[in-house]
């Protein structure tokens, strides 16, 4: 039957932890004072390791590498980081794999919900502090030792540039004006970009160091994934620019692997 | 205490028909059509920010004559609940069909309900086809579900028409629609059949670019297959 008594709300979040609270079985942990480490116990979640976010001139490119780990062993090779959210923006995620994918997808989903109930897109500054909740709302799980660590990055339609959200895991918000990493790998890449990034980057040389960022990330980090030449995987790329979101297609970033290859 | 009146179940019937029937007659139309890449609706609205076409989920629109608060509680009750499935299953589960059962049963429960009045809307619940074998629906045709304001729904084909001069437009579709149109074809169609209705009218209403709301359901797009047609995309696609 429908339920018409929600009408109010545009928070899709809300309304499933009223109505579907078994549907955020870990966002919703009440649980936090468990004494239980999953880090420590048998229980051993898939991670996810390095994404990134680069600011270039017309907008922000944003990558990960294609690997999960269980302990010291390869989980999945070509698990997906990286997710658009709405035309103008996408979240990527390092942690526990399963609550990053699921918070990914609600995030989506609520970002979306938005939209169609309002007739308007979430402003990318709402959709940023929107995140910082679902990240709080998982502290239970992240004091347990299942953290989930968004980037967030976006084109700002009336700023008319790219930007880029970090957060902590108890759900602060911090703005990055040029790059960051994030994961097991991210301070390998961040080297990375730091030596390489300047201000009015072009979106051919911004591309370039997202995968050498990438590839030292890998280079240093063991659970990073490299490229894969052998079964054809390689990181994924987004761009988010004024025209919306594109990913950038595996052909592409294997040429600027090999490419890359080439110059070491 | 007083014993109450007895009324025929025909004649409650009767009178909450009649009620809705008054209250719709001055309903604007609204026009669901196949075209060639998919599901064209057309309104007669000039209104810029409030629609009687909207997006519902990926695949799936909903068009409405009448009130619009009704409508709007149910348009969004609608989004909710395919979000809500989409999200517990997946998004290829959520189906007009579906849909249309639950928009349905809402409407007859509140039609049936001694001490509430039937809601004064008709709703067109639009799904486009799937072109692509691989997903769990297989190859499927466009459906167009037309629901009456007491829940009672029927499936249409090709075309719909929901609104107060519902019948004459049926009328000229069922003389002029042909398959594979282009959008702009389709759309001309849907205009004339406006300018025909409107010319028999008293207040003539001028159809223009500015005066209806287009919105179409494409097989080109991506996952969301709803886009709202602007202003000077109607223009161009009249002129």
Same mark, same amino acid.
């Given at each position: 039957?429908?339920?018409?008594?929600?009408?109010?709300?545009?928070?899709?979040?809300?309304?499933?932890?009223?109505?579907? %609270?078994?549907?955020?079985?870990?966002?919703?942990?009440?649980?936090?004072?468990?004494?239980?480490?999953?880090?420590?116990?048998?229980?051993?979640?898939?991670? &996810?390791?390095?994404?990134?976010?680069?600011?270039?001139?017309?907008?922000?490119?944003?990558?990960?590498?294609?690997?999960?780990?269980?302990?010291?062993?390869?989980?999945?090779?070509?698990?997906?980081?990286?997710?658009?959210?709405?035309?103008?923006?996408?979240?990527?995620?390092?942690?526990?794999?399963?609550?990053?994918?699921?918070?990914?997808?609600?995030?989506?989903?609520?970002?979306?919900?938005?939209?169609?109930?309002?007739?308007?897109s979430l402003s990318l500054e709402g959709q940023a502090n929107f995140l910082s909740h679902l990240v709080r709302s998982n502290l239970g799980l992240a004091?347990? &030792?299942?953290?989930?660590?968004?980037?967030?990055?976006?084109?700002?339609?009336?700023?008319?540039?790219?930007?880029?959200?970090?957060?902590?895991?108890?759900?602060?918000?911090?703005?990055?004006?040029?790059?960051?990493?994030?994961?097991?790998?991210?301070?390998?890449?961040?080297?990375?970009?730091?030596?390489?990034?300047?201000?009015?980057?072009?979106?051919?040389?911004?591309?370039?160091?997202?995968?050498?960022?990438?590839?030292?990330?890998?280079?240093?980090?063991?659970?990073?994934?490299? %490229?894969?030449?052998?079964?054809?995987?390689?990181p994924t790329l987004y761009t988010i620019t004024e025209e919306g979101v594109a990913e950038i297609p595996q052909a592409t970033v294997e040429a600027l692997?090999?490419?890359?290859?080439?110059?070491? | 205490?007083?014993?109450?009146?007895?009324?025929?179940?025909?004649?409650?019937?009767?009178?909450?028909?009649?009620?809705?029937?008054?209250?719709?007659?001055?309903?604007?139309?609204?026009?669901?059509?196949?075209?060639?890449?998919? *599901?064209?609706?057309?309104?007669?609205?000039?209104?810029?920010?409030?629609?009687?076409?909207?997006?519902?989920?990926?695949?799936?629109?909903?068009?409405? !004559?009448?009130? @619009?608060?009704?409508?709007?509680? *149910?348009?969004?009750?609608?989004?909710?609940?395919?979000?809500?499935?989409?999200?517990?299953?997946?998004?290829?589960?959520?189906?007009?069909?579906?849909?249309?059962?639950?928009?349905?049963?809402?409407?007859?429960?509140? !039609?049936?309900?001694?001490?509430?009045?039937?809601?004064? @809307?008709? *709703?067109?619940?639009?799904?486009?086809?799937?072109?692509?074998?691989?997903?769990?629906?297989?190859?499927?045709?466009?459906?167009?579900?037309? @629901?009456?304001?007491?829940?009672?729904?029927?499936?249409?084909?090709?075309?719909?028409? @929901?609104?107060?001069?519902?019948?004459?437009?049926?009328?000229?579709?069922?003389?002029?629609?042909?398959?594979?149109?282009?959008?702009?074809?389709?759309?001309?169609?849907?205009?004339?059949?406006?300018?025909?209705?409107?010319?028999?009218?008293?207040?003539?209403?001028?159809?223009?670019?500015?005066?209806?709301?287009?919105?179409?359901?494409?097989?080109?797009?991506?996952?969301?297959?709803?886009?709202?047609?602007?202003?000077?995309?109607?223009?161009?696609?009249?002129?």
């Amino acid at each position: 039957m429908l339920e018409l008594d929600d009408y109010g709300t545009s928070n899709f979040f809300q309304i499933l932890k009223r109505r579907h %609270p078994e549907l955020l079985a870990t966002l919703n942990s009440p649980d936090s004072t468990s004494s239980v480490r999953t880090t420590e116990s048998s229980l051993r979640p898939y991670e &996810g390791t390095t994404v990134l976010a680069v600011v270039y001139d017309g907008g922000v490119i944003m990558a990960g590498d294609r690997q999960a780990t269980e302990g010291y062993q390869v989980g999945e090779r070509r698990i997906q980081k990286v997710y658009p959210v709405d035309r103008h923006s996408a979240i990527a995620v390092a942690g526990a794999a399963g609550p990053c994918i699921e918070m990914a997808k609600l995030f989506q989903v609520e970002v979306e919900f938005y939209e169609k109930t309002e007739g308007v897109s979430l402003s990318l500054e709402g959709q940023a502090n929107f995140l910082s909740h679902l990240v709080r709302s998982n502290l239970g799980l992240a004091m347990q &030792g299942l953290i989930v660590l968004p980037l967030f990055a976006g084109y700002d339609l009336k700023r008319q540039r790219g930007r880029i959200f970090k957060y902590d895991a108890v759900g602060g918000r911090y703005e990055e004006d040029d790059y960051y990493a994030i994961g097991s790998g991210g301070k390998d890449a961040r080297t990375t970009l730091k030596k390489r990034h300047t201000p009015e980057i072009t979106r051919q040389d911004a591309l370039e160091i997202v995968a050498e960022a990438l590839w030292d990330a890998a280079d240093e980090d063991i659970a990073t994934g490299g %490229p894969d030449l052998i079964r054809k995987i390689f990181p994924t790329l987004y761009t988010i620019t004024e025209e919306g979101v594109a990913e950038i297609p595996q052909a592409t970033v294997e040429a600027l692997y090999r490419d890359l290859i080439s110059r070491l | 205490m007083s014993t109450p009146y007895y009324v025929s179940p025909e004649q409650i019937r009767q009178d909450k028909e009649d009620f809705v029937r008054r209250g719709i007659a001055q309903a604007k139309e609204v026009v669901v059509l196949e075209y060639r890449d998919g *599901l064209l609706m057309v309104a007669e609205n000039p209104r810029k920010t409030t629609f009687k076409v909207s997006e519902i989920y990926d695949r799936i629109a909903l068009a409405a !004559a009448g009130r @619009i608060a009704e409508y709007e509680a *149910l348009r969004v009750a609608g989004i909710r609940e395919s979000e809500i499935k989409g999200f517990r299953y997946y998004r290829e589960d959520v189906t007009a069909k579906w849909l249309t059962n639950l928009y349905s049963q809402h409407m007859g429960a509140v !039609a049936q309900a001694w001490d509430a009045k039937p809601l004064e @809307i008709e *709703l067109l619940v639009c799904e486009i086809g799937t072109t692509d074998a691989s997903t769990s629906a297989g190859l499927q045709r466009n459906q167009i579900y037309h @629901i009456a304001f007491d829940g009672i729904y029927s499936e249409e084909e090709k075309y719909a028409v @929901i609104g107060g001069r519902a019948t004459t437009i049926t009328e000229i579709l069922e003389q002029d629609y042909s398959d594979e149109l282009e959008m702009s074809a389709a759309l001309q169609l849907v205009t004339e059949a406006f300018q025909t209705v409107e010319a028999e009218a008293e207040d003539d209403y001028e159809i223009t670019p500015e005066t209806i709301e287009v919105a179409c359901l494409e097989q080109t797009a991506a996952r969301r297959k709803f886009r709202r047609l602007s202003t000077d995309e109607v223009t161009t696609l009249l002129s």
